[in-house]
C-alpha cells in the first residue's frame, strides 16, 4: 500500500470517539518527535512552519513553504499531509507537481485569500482542475472559511462543503466551527471531517469525535505550545 492509500484508509470507518488526532510539524526535529511517538500520519501548519522560516502566517514564499515541507517529509517513515494556504497562485498542475516532488501525500487548500471569502462556485471549479491533475495521487483537505470571517450561520459551511465534495475533497475542514454546531455539520457534509483543536482546556479528542470530528489538527497551536516553552528554558538559562 502506497503512502497516499496510507493515509486515506486512516480516514476511513473511524469510530466516534476515536478521530485520527494528526499533529503539526513545523521542522524536520518536530516531525521525528511525533513520528517517534507513534501518531500514524503528520500534518504540517503553514502559520507554525512560517514560524520556523522566519515569516509571518501568510507571508512565506512558495519556494520556501515546498522546500520545507519536503524536508519534513525526508525526516520520517510516516505520511505527511501539507498545509499549502490557497496555493500560492499556482495552476492547478504546477500546484499538484511541486507538492508531489516533495512527497507529501496530501495538503490543505484555504477557499479565502487575505481575509476574504472567495466566490465559492469558482473555489470548487478551481478544487476540481487540482482533483484532475493529481488524480488519486493527493488527499485534498478543502478549508471552508466561513467560521474563520466572521460568517456564523453553519448552512453556509455546509453549502461550501457540498460543492468541494463535488470538486473531489476527500475531506472538509470547516476551521474554528464552534463545538456546539460539529453534530450540524457532521449531518450536513458528507465525508470525513476536519476539526481544530486548541492545546490548552477544551473537549477531549474522543468528545471531538463524539460530535462530529473524522479528524483532529491543531494549526500553529503546537508549535507556539514549544515556543513558549523554549521561553521559560530560555529564561532560566538567562
Not at 462543503?161 to 463535488?166: F, G, H, I, K, S
Amino acid at each position: 500500500m502506497s503512502k497516499v492509500e496510507t493515509f486515506r484508509a486512516l480516514h476511513r470507518h473511524r469510530l466516534p470517539g476515536a478521530p485520527l488526532v494528526l499533529p503539526g510539524p513545523w521542522d524536520a526535529a518536530s516531525a521525528r518527535v511525533f513520528a517517534d511517538a507513534g501518531f500514524p500520519a503528520l500534518a504540517t501548519p503553514s502559520a507554525g512552519v512560517a514560524a520556523s522560516l522566519g515569516y509571518e502566517d501568510g507571508e512565506t514564499p512558495a519556494v520556501e513553504m515546498f522546500a520545507a515541507v519536503g524536508r519534513i517529509v525526508r525526516s520520517v517513515e510516516v505520511p505527511v499531509s501539507a498545509d499549502i494556504e490557497d496555493g500560492y497562485g499556482l495552476a492547478p498542475k504546477e500546484l499538484v507537481e511541486r507538492l508531489l516532488e516533495t512527497g507529501a501525500v496530501g495538503c490543505n487548500l484555504e477557499d479565502s485569500r487575505e481575509g476574504v471569502l472567495k466566490d465559492a462556485a469558482r473555489h470548487a471549479d478551481w478544487l476540481a482542475e487540482v482533483r484532475a491533475a493529481a488524480a488519486d495521487a493527493l488527499f485534498i483537505n478543502a478549508r471552508v472559511d466561513t467560521f474563520l470571517r466572521g460568517v456564523t450561520d453553519p448552512e453556509r459551511a455546509i453549502e461550501r462543503a457540498a460543492l468541494y465534495v463535488a470538486a473531489g475533497a476527500d475531506c472538509v475542514y470547516p476551521i474554528v466551527a464552534p463545538v456546539g454546531v460539529l453534530p450540524l455539520l457532521r449531518a450536513g457534509i458528507q465525508g470525513p471531517v476536519n476539526v481544530f483543536a486548541g492545546t490548552d482546556e477544551g473537549p477531549s479528542f474522543a468528545e471531538l469525535g463524539e460530535r462530529g470530528a473524522t479528524r483532529i489538527t491543531f494549526g500553529p497551536g503546537l508549535q507556539r505550545a514549544a515556543t513558549e516553552a523554549l521561553r521559560g528554558i530560555a529564561a532560566e538559562l538567562r
